[in-house]
């Protein structure tokens, strides 16, 4: 078999991508995706799993986006199962990313409230994205469940996918303001969708303030 100056400069690549420094790693995955190569889709997929750098795990999923979606698509969505959380939330922001809602079905309940925080976290957006037509209401109500939980950055997450949805969440949300765990975080939701340009510490804070005061929040609506 020949092997071309194409084949060379991809082995080369695929080599880098294991390379202790993180910017020969960027290189590398840089140059995967500018010559995109179906037999390099599983190492892409493989090193994005362990990948410790932020912005190189990022040009590989730019890398896998630049292959054919019936290369990456069933590989990606085998993924979402590993036992690793970075490799399921990984691979789940590239099906975001990808956008194809062939994908719909592997955004299983078991993903959107998944323990790990990053994981749920890539699960809302990549859902959010993946949606079909006329199931919205049904992910809003599960996106509510999450409500309340974890840190600010985690509810900012959560309050931007279920905003992304539209009007659609409002009956989820106004079932949540009447549990005292989560109700703070759906009134801020609610107040974000009436208001985008709101910012959400302010609308969490003054969340918190009305729910302390016992009153509904529900005013402007």
């Not at 892409?44 to 190189?56: D, H, Q, S, Y």
């Not at 922001?93 to 959107?112: E, M, V, Y």
């Amino acid at each position: 078999m020949t092997i071309t100056r194409q084949d060379t400069d991809g082995i080369r690549a695929l080599q880098g991508l294991e390379d202790g420094r993180s910017s020969v790693r960027l290189r590398a995955a840089l140059a995967v995706g500018t010559t995109p190569d179906p037999r390099f889709v599983d190492k892409l997929i493989e090193r994005c799993a362990i990948e410790p750098e932020f912005l190189v795990r990022d040009m590989l999923t730019w890398a896998l986006t630049r292959h054919p979606v019936s290369v990456t698509l069933p590989e990606l969505v085998r993924e979402v199962s590993s036992e690793r959380a970075q490799a399921r939330s990984q691979a789940l922001h590239t099906l975001s990313k990808i956008g194809d809602r062939q994908a719909w079905p592997a955004i299983t309940r078991a993903l959107l409230t998944d323990a790990d925080d990053e994981v749920a976290r890539s699960a809302w957006r990549a859902a959010v994205v993946l949606v079909p037509e006329g199931e919205e209401s049904a992910l809003a109500a599960v996106l509510a469940t999450q409500l309340g939980r974890g840190e600010r950055e985690t509810q900012l997450s959560l309050s931007r996918a279920l905003v992304a949805l539209g009007e659609v969440i409002l009956p989820a949300l106004h079932a949540a303001t009447t549990a005292p765990g989560p109700r703070a975080h759906a009134l801020a939701t609610q107040r974000l969708l009436r208001d985008p340009d709101t910012g959400f510490e302010f609308a969490i804070d003054e969340a918190k303030r009305v729910v302390a005061l016992g009153g509904s929040g529900q005013a402007g609506r």
